[in-house]
């Protein structure tokens, strides 16, 4: 199959078309609704800033020399600043903060709690709190519990607001790579209508269209070349970094780059079908989903917020009761400070913002993973079972060796072999007469032809008889072959299936086919060995040639002769050994094993339903693609565990300090204000923990 075939696949529960479509759509509105999102988060925190830097001045004007005079404590300025300040401040709660209460509401109404619970609760009980002494504050037992904390709503409220805008433009960030595959697409195509060149929008490409590209030209959707020849770059899609040639019947990929020659195909893929929209796709859903471990997070979550509740009431009753003058100002501080502090900004954002990177990540690199579940299964496996053909091996059979015999040539014989199996519909003789085409050999035209089935051909050119087949085939029509039974099993041991030659009464020589193993399976396998994965081989061949193919590979283990209906069986078995199975497969076949795996890997130049049956997806058919996918799985997870890790610290130190309970060894308890500011470098950490990913490096562990 062909390198695009896979765009064919939609996504599970999708439906493909085929009509005229641009596939930047989607995607670049979601890109505006993030920078609108950043936008207006933005304007909130400099609104926010802009009433918060006077109100912390404002707010203790006793403190500054030339306040102190204008504002001293207790007089009646000072009082109606304070009241200009209390609107001010809920001007920036209505404005700036209100998606916190919102959020808070929504929670509410389904029982549940959240970081908007927190937040609203905290500047809403300092807002109130000041509020109240402001205007009612014989309520207090002194004139120093009746001060206002205004600038902690303010700039509490305005740098949470900071650290969501900086959230939602790492976001954007974590989506670079399917806004630059976006960017590939071309604006235009180059069609033949009514036997004339035209120059069309992308858009009006339909199936079927005679498409030209030029040397130097961006191919515009996905086909199959009819005519030319030429070398394209595909790196911008499957990652490999060398142009592959193209010619008649071969597929091009669209977005991908033309470099020397000129060549015309027939579209077959248009629109939302294209390769470059299902990458799209694809990442994007990724992207979306969500991991196992993140749907234990957000557990822990809904029971971290209530107790963070609790611990700020039980703080405030403690101290109110036992902590010094005055005991209800420092009572509320400290209930304040805690609701701040445990906002669980980083605990939410710790997941999501490592699994965004790593399929973005694995995207620029030709992998498509279709779910979070599959990216963080990956990181388990220890087994990855290889089916034999189209995935270890090219899939198609080839001439690999010609052994002549005394008085033959090499050539010769090939050309003997092409011209008595032209006629033949064997795969065996197809690939016979492709080798001698590669060779630039004319075979001669064979005058009569008769094959005998399981057996061979039996051809003349002119007067002259050719045979070629099995080696009784040859001493049934009264050649000795024995000369060459030698060379005959060597090549058998190598896997191979060695085809007899004969001229008139003569043997001539063999012609050896097989499916040739792809040119870098065996460094594949042994990076896959290294990474202390057990590789294992499944091929529906006999045992002698499933191990000669082993060990040319250095495959640990090997299936033979198994059934394509008990494929996924024998990985069930793998399973029940207790291991953790990843299949890679490219055939109908090997589908039903793929869904039976823990993780499927599709070759991308395989079948629709493998692809689909899959949960990873490699576009450029190399099995480096597998060992670059569990790499990328293994960052991905020690990042989320990492800034898991620093987010569980950060609230598992930072309660006790809210609490107070270092005040009475060291004197320190936390303001408000610092609890934001300390909750907002816990996010940023997480952000740019999660972006250290962008800067791995596969060469090591792929070459």
């Known amino acids: 199959m062909g390198a695009t075939d896979f765009a064919g696949a939609p996504p599970r529960g999708a439906t493909g078309s085929s009509s005229p479509a641009t596939l930047a759509q989607p995607t670049n509105s979601a890109a505006t609704d993030r920078q609108a999102e950043y936008r207006s988060l933005m304007r909130k925190w400099w609104f926010g ?29 000072l009082w109606w600043l304070w009241v200009a300040m209390g609107i001010a401040s809920l001007a920036v709660i209505a404005y700036s903060g209100n998606q916190f209460f919102t959020g808070a509401w929504e929670a509410l109404r389904h029982r549940s709690a959240n970081m908007h619970t927190l937040i609203a609760i905290g500047t809403g009980t300092a ?33 949470v607001v900071l650290g969501m805008a900086m959230e939602v433009k790492a976001r954007g960030r974590t989506s670079e790579a399917i806004e630059k595959l976006i960017g590939l697409q071309p604006r235009t195509a180059r069609v033949v ?47 490999e970094s060398m142009p592959v040639a193209k010619g008649p019947d071969d597929e091009v990929i669209g977005a991908t780059m033309n470099t020397t020659g000129s060549l015309r195909f027939r579209a077959t893929k248009v629109g939302a079908d294209t ?165 630039g050999l004319s075979p001669p035209e064979a005058s009569r032809f008769e094959a005998v089935p399981g057996h061979g051909i039996r051809a003349w050119l002119g007067e002259r008889r050719v045979l070629v087949g099995k080696r009784a085939f040859l001493e049934a029509g009264g050649v000795k072959a024995a000369v060459l039974e030698a060379e005959a099993a060597r090549l058998a041991d190598e896997g191979k299936t060695p085809v007899y030659v004969a001229l008139d009464d003569r043997v ?81 076949n090997d589908a039903p094993a793929l869904a039976q795996a823990d993780v499927g890997f599709a070759i991308g130049t395989g079948t629709d339903v493998a692809i689909e049956a899959s949960d990873v997806t490699l576009i450029s058919g190399s099995l480096r693609g597998v060992v670059s996918a569990i790499a990328i799985s293994r960052a991905t997870m020690r990042n989320v565990h990492e800034n898991l890790f620093g987010a569980f610290v950060y609230n598992g130190l930072g ?23 300390a909750m907002s470098f816990s996010s940023v950490t997480v952000i740019s923990n999660a972006n250290r990913l962008k800067r791995f490096r596969l060469k090591e562990v792929a070459s």
């Open 49 to 77: 800033a802009a009433v918060g830097a006077p109100t912390m001045v404002l707010s203790y004007p006793w403190l500054i020399p030339g306040l102190r005079d204008v504002f001293p404590r207790g007089s009646e300025q």
């Open 127 to 159: 807002w109130v709190y000041s509020t109240v002494a402001l205007l009612v504050p014989q309520l207090f037992p002194s004139a120093e519990m009746a001060d206002v904390y205004y600038d902690v709503t303010v700039v509490v409220t305005a740098l």
């Open 193 to 239: 209508r009514d036997g004339a060149e035209t120059e069309i929008p992308i858009e009006g490409v339909v199936v079927g269209d005679i498409v030209v590209v030029r040397p130097g030209a961006k191919i515009p959707v996905d086909g199959m070349v009819v005519l030319g020849a030429s070398a394209v770059d595909e790196s911008m899609i499957t990652g």
């Open 275 to 439: 390769a470059l929209a299902t990458i799209v796709r694809m990442v994007g859903d990724a992207q979306a989903s969500r991991v196992p471990i993140q749907r234990i997070v957000d557990v822990v979550s809904s029971y971290f917020t209530p107790a963070v509740v609790i611990l700020s009431i039980l703080g405030f009753v403690i101290w109110y009761d036992v902590g010094p003058a005055p005991a209800f100002t420092y009572a509320t501080i400290v209930a304040v400070t805690t609701l701040i502090i445990a906002c669980p900004c980083a605990l939410g954002m710790a997941t999501p913002m490592s699994l965004t990177t790593g399929v973005g990540l694995a995207a620029g690199h030709g992998i498509l993973i279709r779910s979070g579940d599959a990216l963080q299964a990956a990181k388990k496996i220890d087994t990855v079972v290889l089916d034999k053909t189209g995935t270890i091996t090219v899939g198609k059979p080839a001439v690999t060796d010609v052994v002549a015999a005394d008085g033959f040539e090499v050539d010769a014989i090939l050309a003997l072999a092409a011209a008595a199996e032209r006629d033949s519909e064997h795969p065996l003789a197809a690939a016979i007469v492709d080798g001698a085409a590669e060779r």
């Open 508 to 588: 001539a020589g063999l012609v050896a086919i097989a499916d040739p193993v792809k040119d870098d399976s065996a460094a594949a396998i042994a990076a896959l060995r290294r990474l202390g994965l057990q590789v294992v081989m499944i091929t529906g061949d006999n045992r002698r040639t499933a191990d000669a193919i082993a060990r040319r590979v250095g495959v640990d283990r090997v299936l033979a002769e198994v059934l394509p209906q008990d494929k996924a069986h024998e990985v069930r078995t793998l399973q029940l050994e207790g291991r953790t199975v990843a299949m890679v497969g490219d055939g109908i």
């Open 655 to 677: 309660l006790p300090v809210a609490l107070g309970v270092l005040y009475p060894f060291v004197g320190l308890l936390l303001s408000p204000i610092l609890a934001a500011l």
